[in-house]
């Protein structure tokens, strides 16, 4: 096996070890490893950085910022009281749940 498969192999298994130890945000530490993979010369900057140009990206990372925003504002909050309501067991939840996200 070549040795940038090997770096890669420990690379992603140190992030998901650090990630389900919650040492850092996911993001900070999956960046983390881009940049020891780009550091290392596994991959090129040019090719890691490829995938920012495409809209389907921009548009997720559009919509984390509308979260983000709606969450800190207690919108979520709120709709999640109003659609899920409060108490009633956890049939009544369940159904709540359900009729909601379909």
């Known amino acids: 096996m070549p040795p940038g498969a090997i770096?890669?192999?420990?690379?992603?298994?140190?992030?998901i070890f650090l990630i389900?130890?919650?040492?850092?945000?996911?993001?900070?530490l999956?960046?983390?490893?881009?940049?020891?993979?780009?550091a290392a010369g596994v991959v090129t900057p040019e090719r890691a950085l490829a995938?920012?140009?495409?809209?389907?990206?921009?548009?997720i990372g559009a919509l984390f910022i509308?979260?983000?925003?709606?969450?800190?504002t207690g919108v979520l909050e709120s709709a999640s009281r109003t659609i899920l309501g409060q108490?009633?067991?956890l049939s009544s939840?369940?159904?709540?749940?359900?009729?909601?996200?379909?």
């Open 66 to 72: 509308v979260a983000a925003g709606m969450r800190s």
């Open 20 to 28: 389900t130890r919650e040492v850092a945000p996911p993001d900070a």
């Open 87 to 89: 108490g009633g067991g």
């Open 93 to 102: 939840g369940l159904a709540r749940l359900t009729a909601s996200t379909a």
């Open 51 to 59: 995938s920012f140009g495409n809209p389907a990206i921009a548009t």
């Open 30 to 38: 999956l960046f983390a490893a881009l940049v020891v993979l780009m």
């Open 7 to 15: 770096l890669t192999i420990v690379v992603v298994a140190a992030a």
